[in-house]
């Protein structure tokens, strides 16, 4: 039996899931405090680049582990 091969922690980016959005941003791991810094950026994404309100503090959003998308979602 041959040993497994370690584990190493990958960079990796989490994208709009918006079709025509080439938006992305790194996510160095999983931690609440990396999660809450991607989802910042990625509101302030959608307040340039897809007219969300800045005042709108109730929209939410959708992150999709596999596929590392975040994606507004409607009202």
């Given amino acids: 039996m041959t040993?497994?091969?370690p584990l190493t922690s990958a960079k990796t980016h989490v994208r709009c899931?918006?079709?025509d959005c080439d938006w992305g941003t790194p996510l160095a791991s999983f931690s609440?405090?990396?999660?809450s810094r991607c989802r910042?950026?990625?509101?302030?994404?959608?307040?340039e680049r897809h007219?969300?309100?800045?005042?709108?503090?109730?929209?939410?959003?959708?992150?999709?582990l596999e596929a590392l998308t975040l994606t507004l979602l409607d009202d």
């Avoid at 007219?51 to 999709?64: A, I, Q, V």
Wanted: proline share 9%.
């Fill in 40 to 47: 910042g950026r990625f509101r302030e994404h959608c307040i």
């Fill in 3 to 5: 040993d497994p091969e």
């Fill in 32 to 35: 609440e405090s990396e999660l």
């Fill in 17 to 19: 899931g918006s079709p």
């Fill in 51 to 64: 007219g969300l309100d800045p005042n709108d503090t109730e929209r939410e959003c959708l992150f999709k």
